[in-house]
């Protein structure tokens, strides 16, 4: 049985599933973050990888994607869903909400791709819809299902890190739409479109970005995932379910 779907986990989320076997995984573009997991949900496996690796090693700037993502692809992964933490810039979202993404401003300093070169013909990809619609319905149907406080709707602003954003930045990005702010799920969506796999995001609000409220930032980023843990787990075993 092949493995159907990749699921990447950001901060925190590196233990949502137990007895699953490691697998080595090389590429021709270098190592993953770390071995992937592989094991089994209603009779669909998945494969599971740690984006800054187990033990947290790896700042968003040196993630090598595209490794991740062609790691998946190899295994056989046709869809992605990626857990996301992530600065609150839209006040509509509390902190501990579930974001579903639909759009993302682009703020990073590298090109993220496959086409080095063009070997053929020149690869421009379609980013109309930058995240898969079928994967988005399923996540908005799980979360509404269970009564979870979400967002069906998201714009992320990723930049490149590892700092966290001026006050300055979070109110052009505030002025540009953008509902919350990452570092790490822009280069996933590229990637993953241009090996043709289905990817979402789901994200979650672990504090209010610089500015957005008075006084010094608070990340409670162990206690937020912590404490959203079991819904992870239960949306992300609804979608598979489903996929």
């Known amino acids: 049985m092949k493995v159907s779907v990749g699921i990447i986990g950001g901060s925190g989320v590196y233990e949502l599933f137990e007895r699953v076997r490691d697998k080595v995984v090389k590429t021709p573009y270098g190592k993953p973050s770390d071995k992937i997991s592989v094991g ?3 009779e669909k496996k998945f494969a599971f990888i740690p984006r800054h690796g187990k033990k947290h090693t790896i700042p968003p700037h040196n993630i090598n ?11 056989g992964v046709e869809s992605i869903i990626s857990i996301a933490s992530v600065g609150i810039i839209n006040a509509n979202i509390k902190i501990g909400d579930f974001i579903i993404l639909d759009d993302f ?11 080095d070169k063009f070997d053929k013909e020149a690869v421009h990809i379609d980013l109309t819809n930058p995240f898969s619609p079928k ?17 069906d709707k998201g714009i992320y602003a990723n930049t490149s890190g590892p700092r966290l954003e001026t006050p300055a930045e979070i109110r052009m990005f505030n002025r540009l739409d953008a509902d919350v702010v990452g570092m790490t799920v822009v280069p996933e969506a590229i990637l993953s479109r241009e090996l043709n796999i289905a990817y979402v995001s789901l994200a979650i609000g672990i504090n209010h970005a610089c500015g957005i409220i008075p006084g010094p930032m608070k990340i409670e980023l162990q206690k937020v995932m912590e404490e959203k843990k079991p819904q992870l787990k239960e949306i992300i075993e609804g979608v598979i379910n489903r996929i």
């Open 105 to 115: 401003l682009d703020f990073t300093r590298k090109n993220h791709t496959f086409f």
């Open 135 to 151: 994967l988005r319905k399923i996540l908005i149907e799980v979360c509404k299902e269970k009564g979870y406080s979400f967002h």
């Open 40 to 42: 089994e949900i209603s």
């Open 65 to 75: 994607h595209r490794a991740n993502i062609f790691a998946l692809k190899s295994l």
